[in-house]
Nanobody
Framework: VQLQASGGGLVQAGGSLRLTCAASGSAFAIYAIGWYRQAPGKQHELVAIISTGGSTNYADSVKGRFTISRDNAKNTAYLQMNSLKPEDTAVYYC????????????WGKGTQVTVSS
């Protein structure tokens, strides 16, 4: 599986962005999909994850502001980010895994999100 994240950019605080994760290869539907981010000087963190059945989990810092979704027919996942804050500035990555608790299996290149105050 090859993954490509896109949709990042520069936005003012309070604005919105939608990130897209496009997957090539087969069997996209069998994987859980996660969005991760890494800010300069900070650890890599899980932002949101969606299971094969559509169950979702979010980091506390983004609950109520971000929404993860998937479209298996299009081999695509999304991260809708609203009410963005400067602290959301980071490189965002998408990844897929059969057993996320054991680690994700495939990672895409990141997309930069910059939120100005």
């Amino acid at each position: 599986v090859q993954l490509q994240a896109s949709g990042g950019g520069l936005v003012q605080a309070g604005g919105s962005l939608r990130l897209t994760c496009a997957a090539s290869g087969s069997a996209f539907a069998i994987y859980a999909i996660g969005w991760y981010r890494q800010a300069p000087g900070k650890q890599h963190e899980l932002v949101a994850i969606i299971s094969t059945g559509g169950s979702t989990n979010y980091a506390d810092s983004v609950k109520g502001r971000f929404t993860i979704s998937r479209d298996n027919a299009k081999n695509t996942a999304y991260l809708q980010m609203n009410s963005l804050k400067p602290e959301d500035t980071a490189v965002y990555y998408c990844a897929v895994g059969l057993v996320p608790s054991a680690g994700m299996d495939y990672w895409g290149k990141g997309t930069q999100v910059t939120v100005s105050s």
